[in-house]
């Protein structure tokens, strides 16, 4: 028999490989926590999405995962999962909706194992959610119904917690010193970096003219561009079209990007996992939503304004424009982005 670490029983949270499907499972966390306020929760993460579960009250530990990216390595998986029997798990909940990450808590022997049928997961996961995927809900919902037993019904975003992540102020005034901003003056951050694929970026041209604004009607407001290395190309252009900028995209690690975030006055973001982190964090936001619903997965800040155009078209959810115009983005224009921006900055 399993002796749980302590001699107290834990509850494992798999992951999901998103950032932002991170921050919007966090509800779930909640729920369970509620239900088990003795049990403490531990979360097995991809390294570069484990920041965002480290910023998280109801996380215990973060285990971060040694796998590779799409690789089925059974032997590691079974390896890892004896590690896993020792720590004494009453239950998983498996967030991904592949086999792989399935077989884990299955390996590991953990009794109840919780999870939506993805990939055919009958005996690999013995508590079995379903969903509609010619009506998918929103994601927190998605998410937090795993807190439940298998239901059609389940309650909308507005009557579950919202996703929240925190950050110490000595934290954010370290991050904001290292990178060269200052606390004492307004920040306003823009994400213009999509993982997904380019259809999600607003173009680089429209960020461009919304800084140069910024700076016109607020000459001592920092900008700064927050993205991974693989957006430094689109943070680029930005910043030599608007001088001034701070570029810190691949400068920053995801910790602190969120740091930043904390700290920002307003925050202009494309449907992305920073998007979702300003909002766990009840930053002031403007989200661009072009190919993807807004619906599905929208910012629950306090102060947010989602810009989407419904055109004939969209939502695609495409990773390129399939019709080669782009138009669900191109034409939100600066000026439809500034109207909304200008009064959370005043509001600072």
């Known amino acids: 028999m399993t002796v749980p670490v302590h001699g107290v029983a834990r509850t494992l949270i798999i992951s999901p490989n998103w950032i932002g499907d991170a921050v919007m499972a966090q509800p779930l966390l909640r729920l369970l926590r509620e239900q088990h306020p003795e049990r403490p929760i531990d979360v097995l993460a991809p390294a570069w999405v484990a920041p965002v579960w480290r910023a998280m009250r109801e996380v215990d530990t973060v285990l971060e995962a040694p796998f590779r990216h799409g690789a089925l390595q059974l032997g590691e998986r079974r390896q890892y999962a004896r590690m896993l029997r020792e720590r004494g798990y009453a239950d998983a909940y498996v967030l991904p909706n592949t086999l792989k990450f399935a077989l884990i808590p299955w390996l590991a022997g ?20 379903h969903d509609n995927p010619e009506a998918p809900r929103p994601m927190v919902s998605f998410y937090a119904a795993l807190a439940e037993e298998p239901r059609k019904d ?46 999600k970026r607003w ?13 016109q009607t607020h000459g001592e407001a920092q900008i700064a561009l927050l993205g991974s290395g693989k ?59 072009g190919p993807t619903d807004p619906n599905h997965a929208p910012p629950f800040s306090d102060v947010c304004t989602s810009l ?39 509001g600072r």
């Open 231 to 289: 957006d430094k190309d689109v943070c680029d252009e930005i910043a030599a079209l608007a001088p001034g900028v701070r570029n810190l995209a691949g400068v920053t690690a995801l910790d602190e990007a969120v740091a930043v975030i904390a700290r920002a006055d307003a925050v202009v973001s494309n449907d992305s996992g920073l998007l979702h982190i300003a909002s766990a964090l009840n930053r002031p936001i403007i989200a661009i939503y």
């Open 308 to 346: 989407y155009l419904a055109l004939e078209c969209a939502p695609c959810r495409q990773r390129e424009c399939p019709l080669g115009h782009h138009r669900c983005m191109r034409e939100i224009s600066a000026g439809m982005v500034w109207e909304p921006l200008q009064a959370m900055i005043k």
């Open 154 to 199: 389940v309650p909308p975003p507005s009557a579950l917690p919202r996703p929240a992540l925190s950050v110490a102020e000595e934290r954010m005034a370290q991050v904001l010193s290292r990178v060269g901003l200052r606390m004492d003056k307004r920040l306003v951050v823009f994400a213009p970096g999509a993982e997904f694929g380019s259809a």
């Open 110 to 129: 953990i009794p109840r194992r919780v999870g939506y049928k993805g990939e055919m997961r009958y005996g690999l996961l013995n508590v079995i959610h």
């Open 203 to 215: 173009p680089t041209a429209h960020f461009a003219e919304l800084a140069r604004t910024i700076q």
